[in-house]
T-cell receptor, first 112, second 110 residues
Framework: GDSVTQMEGPVTLSEEAFLTINCTYT??????LFWYVQYPGEGLQLLLK?????DKGSNKGFEATYRKETTSFHLEKGSVQVSDSAVYFC???????????FGGGTRLMVKP | DVKVTQSSRYLVKRTGEKVFLECVQD?????MFWYRQDPGLGLRLIYF???????EKGDIPEGYSVSREKKERFSLILESASTNQTSMYLC?????????FGPGTRLTVL
């Protein structure tokens, strides 16, 4: 079945550091890929998405590129802020777009 | 903006109690989902519904049931709560390939 693997956290960075959170997937067909963010005490919010190979999703300074050859969708940000501290989930949807499969989540902590 | 609301943010129940978790969405979405979130395990699908009175089991349905009497409301029921059901429960509704999540209910079963 489909699966998503992302790096375990916590990831601790200083403000303005470069961020990479790795995400790889296993899926049949042509899934769409997502990054969701969960701020403390809140539900998940969609951060960005990509629906086909080589697409780049971007939002709020975060980017991720759908790499079919390496089955990856790594999340990057050039300069993190304290307000980016949250848990980040990589996910894929099945080819029909009905179901989401999530990775285990990566907690990011940004220190001033 | 899509809004998904859940009836409680925090809930404490005793072993053996019947527990109802309510979820309401305001965007007329047909598909709704219940997940539980546990550290290191990400989100796991309990049940989903693709229409009123229709339901399908997800990956971990044991110990849970659901009810969808109206399109906007999807309820998760723990018939007899157990301590291993202590978790964060998240509801979502879907439009095309995107899911919209509620704020979650943190349930503690003593």
């Amino acid at each position: 079945g489909d699966s998503v693997t992302q790096m375990e956290g916590p990831v601790t960075l200083s403000e303005e550091a470069f961020l990479t959170i790795n995400c790889t997937y296993t899926a049949t067909g042509y899934p769409s890929l997502f990054w969701y963010v969960q701020y403390p005490g809140e539900g998940l919010q969609l951060l960005l998405k990509a629906t086909k190979a080589d697409d780049k999703g971007s939002n709020k300074g975060f980017e991720a590129t759908y790499r079919k050859e390496t089955t990856s969708f790594h999340l990057e940000k050039g300069s993190v802020q304290v307000s980016d501290s949250a848990v980040y989930f990589c996910a894929l949807s099945d080819h029909a777009g009905n179901m989401l499969t999530f990775g285990g989540g990566t907690r990011l902590m940004v220190k001033p | 903006d899509v809004k998904v609301t859940q009836s409680s943010r925090y809930l404490v129940k005793r072993t053996g109690e019947k527990v109802f978790l309510e979820c309401v969405q305001d965007m007329d979405h047909e598909n709704m989902f219940w997940y539980r979130q546990d550290p290191g395990l990400g989100l796991r699908l309990i049940y989903f519904s693709y229409d009123v009175k229709m339901k399908e089991k997800g990956d971990i349905p044991e110990g849970y049931s659901v009810s969808r009497e109206k399109k906007e409301r999807f309820s998760l029921i723990l018939e007899s709560a157990s301590t291993n059901q202590t978790s964060m429960y998240l509801c979502a509704s879907r439009w095309e390939r995107e899911q919209f999540f509620g704020p979650g209910t943190r349930l503690t079963v003593l």
